[in-house]
């Protein structure tokens, strides 16, 4: 059998618990600790990376009058314009690059050290560029400012996976969506953040923009400070390290309960089938008939994430609040309305997900910006005959960033922890974190050609991949709300080309048995010393 096959052993638990499951209230899950646990983790890593996403816009003209004082004091003359402007691109695309090292090298890392260590040594990076990249102007380098932010790249690079995996191992599945989706919103509240201190009242001046890069060490302290307080994942515990014990003691914690047997013996199944099975890598994913669409499920979600035009948003949003008749003063503090419309849109598919699903939340998003994708260019290219049109562009800024924010803006990140058993889920996030930051460094090198090409219809272009992902979806993606890893592979199982009696084999095969028979068997055969027979 090969490791990609291994069960999933959620089966065995939803099973047994039945109706007992069925009745409790999804706000029950909610413990104490599982709430300190994701917004301390979010906190000090999806926050950090929509910080950085938004921090450099504000100081742009500070920092390339910057780069050129610098570089007269060296050489003795200007930079001239183009060198400048291939200073300043690489300092924001650079981003990017190190956050592609980053999604290489998260799967050996976090194997090793585990979910939470990983993102506590991840702040390593992150205060490493945060002195970099705050002292560059008083050292009077704009190298260190460039090397910071491929540093901050590899931190955002990490967390980005390590974040959503500790998420999806530490929470019930009753609310495993509405978790997730802390990563993206703490991804729009760090965009949002970026915005209100690059005002002029805070750091967004000639004198105090390198405070903006400082910053950043302040959600890193409070991770080190928090983190080390709340258990490592326990089902890494339990599959991984093989500590029954600890994992004990961390199902206790996060769901805020004595006894935990059910969800111990749900993972200690897990663990008699997997005893023999090491964690695929990338290759081996790519290879398992068993989860190909799921992966190109997850290419597609995390393409579409990067390429659906959101960055040309923020790229046209100074210009068409220009365009309104909106003083250039004021416009800064008009742009805090993208940001805050981007929280709250995201707080609302955290508060909804649960109860919509991801399906509909995934294909409605991309529905909607396709929708006010082609009213915007419409808009842009008659808004100077039509004195109300500006007003109607800056409306579909704003729509568009909110159906970005209800699905597209987070759910990519659910899904790869849904769809792939533990051996797979290292493997998964860094296929997903490639492509994700792939597409950001391609998204900032051809949009300034698309722009200038197509001009205002370059939006049609985003609307063509959204089209393209919202079809993909509606044929291909089922419903995983409340689902096991067993009920998501089966509904994939026809188009994998794995027949259900082979999935079942793969997973569980007593999963046709009632309910009582099956709670019957499993109990004998654990009693027995006999897991395996029940299970395999």
């Known amino acids: 059998m090969e490791p990609a096959a291994a069960p999933e052993a959620d089966t065995l638990v939803a099973r047994e618990a ?13 413990s104490g600790s599982l709430i300190v646990a994701s917004l301390t983790g979010a906190f000090g890593s999806s926050f950090l990376y929509g910080y950085n996403l938004s921090v450099v816009n ?13 570089w007269e004091r060296r050489y003795g003359f200007s930079v001239d314009e183009s060198t400048l402007t291939l200073l300043w691109s690489v300092t924001v695309s650079i981003f990017a690059i ?15 050290f585990g979910r939470k260590c990983t993102l506590l040594l991840n702040n390593v990076f992150a205060v490493t560029a945060a002195i970099l990249m705050s002292l560059s102007q008083l050292a009077g380098s704009f190298e260190m400012l460039i090397l910071g932010r491929i540093i901050m790249g590899v931190d955002a690079g990490i967390s980005l996976s390590a974040l959503p995996m500790y998420l999806s191992e530490i929470s019930p599945k009753e609310i495993r969506g509405s978790l997730g989706q802390v990563t993206a919103i703490f991804i729009c509240v760090g965009v949002f953040m970026g915005q209100v201190l690059g005002l002029p009242e805070i750091f967004g001046t000639e004198s105090r923009w390198p405070f903006l890069f400082g910053v950043i060490v302040v959600p890193a302290l409070v991770q080190v400070v928090i983190l080390p307080f709340l258990p490592e994942s326990p089902r890494y515990l339990l599959l991984e390290k093989h500590n029954t014990s600890k994992a004990e003691k961390a199902f206790q914690t996060f769901l805020g309960k004595d006894d935990v047997s059910q969800e111990v013996e749900e993972v200690l199944a897990e663990s008699r089938v997997q005893r023999n099975t090491k964690l695929v ?21 995390m393409g579409c ?38 929280t709250l849109a995201a707080v609302s598919s955290g508060l909804v997900i649960e109860r919509l699903g991801r399906r509909p939340l995934l294909i409605g998003g991309f529905g909607l910006m396709i929708v006010f994708f082609a009213v915007l260019t419409v808009s842009l290219t008659l808004q100077n005959n039509v004195s109300w049109l500006p007003y109607l562009s800056i409306f579909c800024i704003l729509a568009i960033i909110a159906s970005f924010c209800i699905g597209p803006g987070g759910i990519p990140f659910v899904l790869t922890g849904e769809f792939f058993q533990q051996s797979q889920r290292p493997a998964a996030f860094m296929v997903a974190g490639t492509v994700n930051w792939l597409s950001n460094f391609a998204v900032g090198l051809l949009f300034p050609f698309i722009q200038s090409g197509l001009q205002n219809y370059c939006f049609l272009v985003f609307a063509a991949i959204c089209f393209a992902g919202a079809t993909y979806l509606f044929f291909v993606l089922p419903e995983t709300k409340n689902k096991t890893l067993s009920e998501i592979s089966h509904a994939f199982a026809k188009r994998n080309k794995v027949s259900l009696e082979m999935q079942e084999m793969n997973h569980y095969p007593e999963e046709r048995k009632s309910s009582a028979e099956q709670e019957s068997n499993f109990t004998s055969s654990v ?8 299970i395999v």
Do not use: H, M
Request: net charge positive; charged share 15%.
């Open 18 to 30: 039945g109706g007992r499951l069925a009745g409790r209230s999804a706000s029950s899950n909610w």
């Open 281 to 301: 890598s990338v290759l081996q994913l790519l290879r398992t008939r068993a989860v190909r669409w799921q992966v190109i499920t997850v290419v597609v979600t």
């Open 527 to 534: 009693d027995n010393g006999e897991a395996k027979q029940a």
């Open 305 to 342: 994430y990067q390429l659906c035009g959101l960055n040309a948003i923020w790229y046209y949003t100074n210009n068409i609040f220009s365009e309104a008749g909106i003083n250039s003063e004021t416009i800064p503090y008009v742009t805090l309305s993208t940001g805050a419309v981007e």
């Open 98 to 112: 190190g956050g592609l090292v980053g999604a290489i090298i998260v799967t050996p890392i976090v194997k090793f």
């Open 58 to 70: 504000a100081p742009a003209v500070y920092i390339k009058k910057f780069y050129n004082e610098t």
